[in-house]
């Protein structure tokens, strides 16, 4: 990155622009982008609140809905084992524009991950939104380089924060038709992704799916954090993450630009204690055990949406949001084990319903033709264990008590007189 621009190599993110002329001024220059986001957002947004109730569910299987972010550069050989080690069979890894240089270092890293799907995000730096020509070059250099060798391509992250390099949406519009007219010319089998829209600000979102450039989304790609609002069960607006998925469905399900997929490409929470490493300040930032409760309901959420193509968890080692602190001899944190609990019990999962009732969860699935119940409740209270209960903590230990406490923790229950 060139400034005004600066990567922060701690927090794995650029450092917010302190020169504010220069914003001001870019997004003078981008004016009449800005002007179109609020005109399509105010048609789009009410159109696609009341489609929600027409919304086509999906039937979303579970081998690559649990993905895991990875560093291709951060201890590729441990990333594997550890990889290895969770069950993951689905990854993404992120790549820098300002770093082709390490293209084939990313190549041999891929080579090894034959077995798994790949998403790999590209991600953009000034430069290469100033100069589409020089995307071009760049794009085809790694679609070709990387040819059978990665799945699903996103193109850009992050698009509506300035620090990222994007000052309007039509600056993505066009970012993003650059890559389409390469793939539909060059390499038509692969798949693209968009429009990388970070946290509930789905009028940027609007923008990149109602509009008149020339390319079509393989399905569309989502930064959906709600760790500025706690549990993943809190609202914004009204909207918990359940609801906010729903609207993001509706729009694509409305929109002429995108095959009907919808991925999370990132998220996460930031944990405290950890600056200069967390992602945010210590006032968002929560503790280790909250962190793997979280993390887990998110899963059990967006699951249930059956509108969820997968959730790229950000990512495996990471001192201040991971689940690894690579600083620290690659500690595991808690929510390690949750991780792979997660994966265990739920990567042959089929979703049959989700019941809530005065904050108490149960997500009913089959998992080997055996009905498997995860309970958790936003307000402490108890369950009589029934003779036919299998139960196991979300660490993967077996739970014999005689009445069970339910809470923040889901607990798997497997139901062992009911096969089908």
């Not at 690659?330 to 949750?338: C, D, E, L, S």
């Amino acid at each position: 990155m060139k400034k005004p621009f600066e990567w922060d190599s701690y927090s794995d993110q650029p450092y917010q622009l302190k020169d504010r002329n220069f914003k001001k001024q870019m997004r003078k220059k981008n004016i009449v982008s800005i002007i179109k986001t609020i005109l399509i957002s105010l048609v789009i947004l009410p159109v696609s609140l009341f489609a929600t109730i027409f919304l086509r569910q999906k039937q979303i299987k579970s081998k690559h809905f649990f993905t895991l972010g990875v560093d291709f550069q951060r201890e590729p050989q441990a990333t594997l084992v550890f990889v290895e080690e969770l069950g993951v069979s689905s990854i993404l890894i992120r790549f820098k524009l300002w770093e082709m240089e390490s293209l084939n270092e990313l190549k041999e890293f891929l080579i090894l991950c034959k077995n798994k799907q790949v998403t790999l995000k590209i991600m953009q730096d000034a430069k290469h939104i100033n100069d589409l020509a020089l995307f071009k070059k760049d794009i085809q250099t790694i679609f070709k380089t990387l040819e059978n060798l990665v799945d699903i391509y996103e193109i850009g992250s992050t698009i509506n924060r300035a620090k990222w390099g994007f000052f309007g949406v039509d600056e993505y519009n066009k970012f993003f038709q650059t890559a389409y007219l390469v793939k539909k010319s060059q390499f038509p089998h692969i798949k693209l992704i968009g429009s990388s829209v970070i946290d509930f600000e789905y009028h940027f979102t609007a923008h990149t799916l109602f509009n008149f450039y020339n390319y079509r989304y393989d399905g569309i790609s989502a930064l959906l954090y709600v760790d500025r609002r706690g549990a993943p069960e809190n609202t914004q607006m009204g909207f918990n993450l359940s609801d906010k998925i729903a609207l993001l469905s509706s729009m694509i399900q409305l929109s002429p630009k995108t095959k009907n997929k919808l991925y999370i490409t990132e998220t996460n929470y930031p944990l405290s204690n950890t600056a200069p490493y967390a992602p945010t300040s210590e006032h968002e930032c929560i503790d280790k055990k909250s962190y793997a409760d979280f993390m887990l309901r998110y899963y059990l959420l967006a699951f249930a949406s059956q509108e969820v193509e997968f959730v790229s968890w950000h990512q495996l080692m990471a001192k201040g949001y991971g689940l690894i602190d690579n600083t620290n001899n690659n500690k595991k944190y808690p929510a390690f084990q949750t991780y792979k609990t997660m994966i265990k019990h739920l990567k042959n999962a089929q979703f049959l319903r989700l019941d809530i009732k005065r904050d108490y969860y149960i997500l009913q699935c089959l998992v080997n033709e055996k009905l498997l119940q995860i309970h958790w409740s936003l307000k402490e209270t108890t369950l009589k264990t029934e003779e036919y209960f299998e139960v196991y903590s979300k660490d993967d230990k077996l739970i014999t008590d005689k009445i069970l406490n339910i809470g923040s923790s889901p607990i798997y229950i497997y139901i062992k007189d009911k096969k089908l």
